[in-house]
């Protein structure tokens, strides 16, 4: 991601994983420019992130892989397997379990000052 953001960095696999249950099969390009799409190009995924992140999930089972040429380019397909279509819900959820807690830590300030 081009951003310098921990947060961001740490969201990529959930980024992924989300956009595979909502598109479907897609390759590395294809996912690159879905996110800075639906993001106004806020979020923007390098190469460098995306495929070491693909080819992790590649190698736990929540992805898998295929092969297609069309028009003489060969493209490598991103698809969830079962596994990965269970794990979807329960990461995001998480992620926005994790995001509410640290709102209530940076509203902490406003808090305090009510005490």
Same mark, same amino acid.
């Given at each position: 991601? !081009? ?7 740490? =969201? @990529?696999? *959930?980024?992924? @994983?989300? @956009? &595979?249950?909502?598109?479907? +099969?897609?390759?590395?390009?294809? %996912? ?6 639906? /993001?106004?190009?806020?979020?923007? %995924? ?6 070491? +992140?693909?080819?992790?999930?590649? +190698?736990?089972?929540?992805? =898998?892989?295929? /092969?297609? #040429? %069309?028009?003489?380019? /060969?493209? !490598?397909?991103? #698809? @969830?397997? *079962? ?12 992620? &926005?379990?994790? &995001?509410? =807690?640290?709102?209530? %830590?940076?509203? *902490? ?7």
């Amino acid at each position: 991601m !081009k951003q310098n953001n921990p947060i961001l960095k740490g =969201s @990529l696999t *959930l980024i992924i @994983l989300k @956009l &595979l249950e909502e598109k479907g +099969a897609m390759y590395g390009y294809e %996912i690159c420019q879905q996110v800075k799409e639906i /993001t106004d190009n806020t979020l923007q %995924i390098t190469e460098g992130a995306l495929y070491p +992140a693909l080819h992790k999930l590649e +190698a736990e089972g929540t992805i =898998s892989s295929y /092969t297609e #040429t %069309i028009e003489g380019r /060969t493209r !490598k397909y991103y #698809t @969830l397997t *079962l596994e990965g279509s269970n794990i979807v819900k329960t990461r995001v959820q998480e992620f &926005l379990d994790t &995001l509410k =807690s640290v709102e209530s %830590i940076l509203s *902490l300030q406003s808090k305090l000052k009510t005490i």
